[in-house]
């Protein structure tokens, strides 16, 4: 069992502006409800027992919203990068110290789902495991070609990284800290057949802009036959 996640919530969220000006994006409500909480409840659920959440952005608002996370039966700590986030990579490099030596699970703060996370491989194959998804309007080219179980930075067909993944320590220990994407170092396990992955064929959403939280808003709701105004901030 992973008892170990980290959930990244640094970003400016600056194509969620006006709202993202007073409120952090993870911090948006949906349905009633805080987009990073979903997360949190369904990490708990998987077995999850500590969360580290990494902040920049109007970093004060997460603790005063969450607290230590008793409320889900976890401990959230949280991993300050200062004013300029430190992008994924170094996001994930400066949270190490609380992560531990065990593989984790990262999710991005501003993503909806609904998989299992108690699914996901507890020791990867490789460096890491990501999740993939169809791809959406936004994104047609997708990211990565999977095939095998295993991940290929190749043309086509591609599907979408959904934000979800399993990761050794390993994969990021030896990089120096500071500001760095994820992203190529990915690209340069996938080259070695590091990285497996996975097609998760359920709810996703990648919340970008006012437009598709209304939306998933309104998908929610209507799956519990609820109508109620969209109490955004708070």
């Known amino acids: 069992m992973i008892e170990r996640a980290l959930i990244f919530a640094a970003g400016r969220g600056e194509r969620m502006r006006p709202l993202t000006d007073a409120t952090a994006k993870p911090l948006l409500k949906v349905a009633g409800k805080r987009l990073i909480e979903y997360h949190l409840e369904s990490l708990a659920r998987a077995g999850v027992r500590e969360v ?35 992008e994924t990579g170094g996001g994930m490099r400066h949270a190490l110290p609380l992560l531990g030596a065990a593989p984790f699970i990262a999710v991005n703060g501003d993503i909806f789902t609904n998989l299992d996370f108690s699914t996901l491989p507890q020791n990867p194959s490789g460096l890491a495991h990501l999740v993939l998804v169809d791809n959406p309007p936004q994104h047609p080219r997708g990211d990565f070609v999977l095939r095998g179980g295993w991940l290929y930075d190749e043309e086509t067909p591609r599907l979408t ?19 760095f994407p994820l992203a190529p170092l990915l690209r340069e396990a996938m080259r070695a057949a590091r990285i497996s992955g996975e097609h998760h064929r359920g709810v996703w959403a990648d919340i970008g802009t006012a437009q598709r939280l209304a939306t998933l808003e309104a998908d929610i709701l209507g799956e519990q036959g609820v109508v109620q105004q969209n109490p955004q901030v708070g």
């Open 52 to 86: 580290v959440i990494n902040t920049s952005h109007l970093a004060e608002q997460f603790p005063a919203a969450l607290g230590d996370g008793s409320r889900w039966n976890l401990r959230i700590r949280y991993s300050y990068e200062g004013p300029t986030p430190l």
């Open 161 to 179: 990284f959904a934000g979800i993944g399993v990761y050794r320590p390993e994969l990021i220990a030896a990089h120096a800290p500071g500001r």
